[in-house]
């Protein structure tokens, strides 16, 4: 497939394969600006961004521009200085760089943990942390201590963790970025499953821009200084792909081109 076929989204773009277009957004922002310091230009300023049910949005752009800020934004954990942000999920199930287990805990512990603090009873813990492991390929593993497990393993547990709190909304910081590449692709290969299966909403920050296209049904470019929107890109290549396939490498190629123009407008 040739980019030109990918189509370049506006505003109005739809989820390429979900007729869920009609209900209301997973994720609404509107017209946001974050300011930290009163003296210091805003980190993000007009930010408007709408994440239909079932889509898989990727967020990239320069180190800085507040990838973090809007993900932390969704996730209720900063308030906007002005506009408005509404996420259809009472508790959105988030993932960040460092998968932070408790050590003195095993898997199938983490994992218990995050359904206890959902009001899962006791008696079905231990079978749902199971189910949610084997979602993940772990499904021999709940046993193990967090220093027994690998760094992919460890990062496959805090999915299934943040499966755990049942949200169908689910934003990721960087979350594969400390992973070597091999376990990497297996990962995606899991993430993109589970995200077809359960249905999910995925805000997913990457520095990445060849992850961004493999998992991606949408691909937003951020601008710096202030952090805003400058571009989106529809992703409507056939799943499952590879980070290697022609077409994933053609739309990364363009989207990173862009993001080298954005990048050097700022001199950083
Ligand atoms: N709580 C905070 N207080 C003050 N400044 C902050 C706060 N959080 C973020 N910032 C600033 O906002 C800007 C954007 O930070 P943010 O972490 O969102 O960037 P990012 O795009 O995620 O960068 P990276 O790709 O390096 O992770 C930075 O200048 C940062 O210093
Ligand atoms: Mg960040």
Redesign the pocket.
């Known amino acids: 497939m040739s980019t030109e076929q990918l189509v370049a989204a506006g505003p109005q773009a739809r989820p390429a394969h979900r007729s869920a277009a009609d209900a209301p957004p997973a994720v609404r922002v509107e017209g946001v600006s ?1 300011v ?2 009163r003296d ?1 230009p805003p ?2 300023d007009g930010v408007d961004l709408t994440v239909a049910p079932g889509e898989f949005v990727c967020l990239v ?12 934004l969704l996730a209720g954990l ?1 308030e906007p200085t002005a506009g408005r942000v509404e996420v259809s999920a009472r508790r959105p199930a988030l993932m960040f760089q460092e998968p932070a287990l408790l050590p003195w805990l095993t898997a199938s512990g983490n994992v218990e943990l995050a359904l206890k603090a959902r009001g899962v009873k006791r008696a079905e813990r231990r079978t749902e942390a199971a189910r949610l492991l084997s979602l993940v390929n772990l499904a021999d593993q709940g046993g193990k201590r967090v220093h027994e497990l690998s760094g992919g393993m460890r990062q496959r547990v805090a999915l299934a963790r943040s499966l755990a709190q049942d949200s169908k909304v689910l934003l990721m ?2 979350p594969f970025a400390a992973l070597d590449a091999i376990t990497r692709d297996v990962l995606h290969v899991e993430l993109a499953r589970v995200w077809a299966e359960q249905q999910l909403s995925v805000v997913f ?1 990457t ?1 990445n821009v060849r992850e961004a296209v493999r998992l991606g049904s949408r691909v937003v470019l ?1 601008g ?1 200084r202030p ?1 805003r929107i400058v571009r989106e890109w529809q992703v409507d290549l056939p799943q499952p792909r590879t980070i290697e396939s022609p077409g994933v490498s053609a739309l990364a190629a363009e989207i990173t081109h862009e993001l080298h123009r954005e990048i050097s407008r700022h001199g950083h």
């Open positions: 974050q930290f310091e210091r980190v993000l752009g320069a180190s800085g521009c507040g990838k973090s800020t809007l993900l932390n900063v910081d960087e920050v520095h951020m710096s952090g």
